[in-house]
């Protein structure tokens, strides 16, 4: 059973910086494409980020592009969203998700980490 457990939301301040972790366990992780997806008050949950199993390609949704980072460390078994620059509009839930059989399926869904942004 693969779980994925969010830390590092919390308050921050319109241009201030925060750095979400995802930890997986069960599994290989190194085979894991990953993802980090975001759900705002009353709207649908979107994607945010996604890494290659390799970490050597990611991509971003255009809202974030050039002011989030995704990232992999295998040896600790996690992903991080390093978030730059945040904007009031940037607050929601923040859940990771893996697709194990890198089919394009996001398989696992951790609880989600709240981040929230004044402005």
């Known amino acids: 059973q693969v779980q994925l457990v969010e830390s590092g939301g919390g308050l921050v301040q319109a241009g201030g910086s925060l750095r979400l972790s995802c930890v997986v366990s069960g599994g290989t992780f190194s085979n894991y494409r990953m993802g980090w997806f975001r759900q705002a008050p009353g709207k649908e949950r979107e994607f945010v980020a996604r890494?290659?199993?390799?970490?050597?390609?990611?991509s971003y949704a255009d809202s974030v592009k050039g002011r989030f980072t995704m990232s992999r460390g295998d040896a600790k078994n996690t992903v991080y969203l390093q978030m730059n620059n945040v904007k009031p509009e940037d607050t929601a839930v923040y859940y990771c998700?893996?697709?194990?059989?890198?089919?394009?399926?996001?398989?696992?869904w951790g609880l989600g980490t709240q981040v929230t942004v004044s402005s």
């Open positions: 890494i290659s199993r390799s970490g050597s390609t990611t």
């Open positions: 998700a893996a697709d194990v059989k890198t089919d394009g399926r996001w398989d696992y």
